[in-house]
């Protein structure tokens, strides 16, 4: 016997109502969209349930509206049954918003033709309580942020740079509070392009351009307010910092792609089932951890002269998980412990190393900081240049709310020390000894 269109509709509603025992449906953002459906269906399914056996149901201009609905639930029941921690969280977003608009349009349109029905409708369903029902249905609010997202690309597109707030409400909304979210975004991104360009799919993949972009800016936000977050009474040296947690390193280790991490930092993401350099998104041939010797020996010597304490990389990396670091209000000194000696105030900053966004154009470097040369998806050159403040169509960047002290003065100090740290580092051991008793 062949089931119903209703029938099948409220078999495919049961089977995402099952969804909810699925451990990734409470993680962020899905948790909140998933909830918001089961809503939707749940007011919706009492009211199918009392008209499957009635005459009404046989009604071909209901059964049209029910096979519509039934194909966008089944989408969306795909959509949440198969996200995972490492896939895109923006796109997820983009695509979730869009079907849950749709079914929450069509299941309004399944009441009004409820109401104007010909058919007489079975006991204990009046048009009262249809219109109650409709009436929630329609107050049910449903987030937007796709709305702002693709706002924030087409003023990328125009040659405009999306505000501070924008930036901060996407990141949030999207759940993109660390710098390894971040980091795993731009990664989950850039598969989706690959895919996208595989199947000769322009129009997606500069579209995932676009939002690779949005997700770079994000990431210099970041790094902004861990600057103005860290009291150092001189800056740290670029290298010396981990491109995963942003802080200066404890225990350095080098990978498959020759880059250098916190130990700490590094296992964290590669033990998440992530197989890429972070930095250059690399394939890493192997997961063995290097120690750096020689960059351990140079912070420890830079922090000896600067009087500065290494950080615990285990109690930032609970900070780093449990605090929204994109929050605008984050920027707080944070670490004034790590710098005993320090008077309070904040990190200078110099207009020369703020960082630019010019899509496709910079690479992420050891602090987070762009550099010159390719974009943080598609590295094409690790050499270091002077920065600037303006993005790459000549605007500056608007990074509201975060307060940085400049003196180029003592930054040009703190690089002349950093210089002369490295220089005695690059002489080995044995050879300055030997060249000592000379």
């Given at each position: ?28 953002p899905?948790?909140?969209?998933y909830?918001?459906?089961?809503e939707?269906?749940?007011l919706?399914k009492p009211i199918?349930?009392s008209?499957i ?14 096979e519509?609905?039934g194909?966008?639930?089944d ?23 869009s079907?849950?608009?749709k ?9 009004q033709?409820?109401?104007?029905s ?15 029902c ?7 609010e ?13 003023d ?17 909304r999207?759940?993109?509070r ?9 990664v ?7 895919n ?19 997700v770079t800016?994000?990431h210099?936000r970041?790094?902004m307010?861990?600057q ?11 290298d010396?910092?981990?491109?995963l947690?942003?802080e200066?390193?404890?225990?350095p280790v ?11 930092f590094?296992?964290?993401w ?37 009087d ?11 900070l780093?998980?449990s ?6 209000d ?5 670490d ?11 990190p ?7 960082p ?26 690790t ?10 169509n000549?605007?500056?960047l ?33 050879r ?6 000379r």
């Amino acid at each position: 016997m062949e089931i119903s269109i209703l029938k099948a509709l409220l078999n495919s509603i049961s089977s995402f109502l099952h969804l909810s025992s699925y451990d990734n449906i409470n993680l962020d953002p899905v948790q909140k969209y998933y909830q918001r459906t089961e809503e939707l269906l749940k007011l919706l399914k009492p009211i199918l349930d009392s008209i499957i056996d009635s005459k009404v149901a046989s009604d071909e201009v209901l059964n049209k509206a029910f096979e519509d609905f039934g194909q966008s639930v089944d989408e969306l029941r795909e959509l949440f049954g198969n996200w995972q921690p490492l896939l895109s969280k923006a796109y997820f977003v983009l695509q979730v918003e869009s079907l849950i608009s749709k079914i929450q349009a069509s299941a309004l349109d399944i009441f009004q033709l409820l109401k104007s029905s010909h058919q007489s409708l079975p006991d204990g369903l009046s048009l009262p309580s249809l219109e109650h029902c409709s009436q929630k249905m329609k107050h049910i609010e449903c987030e937007q942020t796709s709305s702002s997202i693709k706002e924030a690309i087409r003023d990328q597109v125009d040659g405009v740079v999306p505000s501070s707030e924008t930036l901060v409400k996407i990141a949030e909304r999207v759940s993109l509070r660390s710098n390894q979210e971040i980091l795993i975004e731009a990664v989950a991104l850039e598969k989706l392009k690959e895919n996208a360009e595989q199947a000769e799919k322009a129009g997606e993949a500069d579209f995932m351009d676009q939002m690779i972009a949005l997700v770079t800016r994000m990431h210099e936000r970041l790094v902004m307010i861990k600057q103005s977050q860290i009291c150092s009474p001189v800056p740290i040296p670029p290298d010396f910092c981990c491109p995963l947690s942003l802080e200066l390193m404890t225990d350095p280790v080098i990978v498959a792609s020759g880059q250098t991490y916190e130990r700490a930092f590094i296992k964290d993401w590669i033990d998440l089932g992530l197989t890429v350099c972070p930095k250059t998104r690399q394939t890493l041939a192997h997961i063995t951890l290097i120690p750096n010797y020689t960059v351990k020996a140079l912070i420890a010597n830079w922090c000896e002269l600067n009087d500065v304490k290494l950080p615990d990389p285990m109690k930032i990396m609970s900070l780093n998980q449990s605090s929204p670091l994109l929050n605008a209000d984050s920027t707080a000194p944070r670490d004034s412990h790590i710098f005993p000696h320090s008077t309070g105030n904040q990190p200078t900053v110099p207009e020369s190393i703020r960082p630019t966004v010019s899509p496709g154009k910079n690479s992420i470097s050891s602090t987070g900081i762009l550099r010159e040369g390719s974009s943080p998806l598609h590295p094409r050159s690790t050499s270091e240049v002077s920065l600037t403040g303006t993005a790459g169509n000549g605007q500056s960047l608007d990074i509201a709310r975060i307060s940085l002290t400049s003196s180029e003065d003592r930054f040009t100090n703190s690089e002349e020390r950093s210089t002369e740290l490295v220089g005695q580092h690059s002489v080995s051991p044995s050879r300055r000894a030997s060249s000592t008793s000379r």
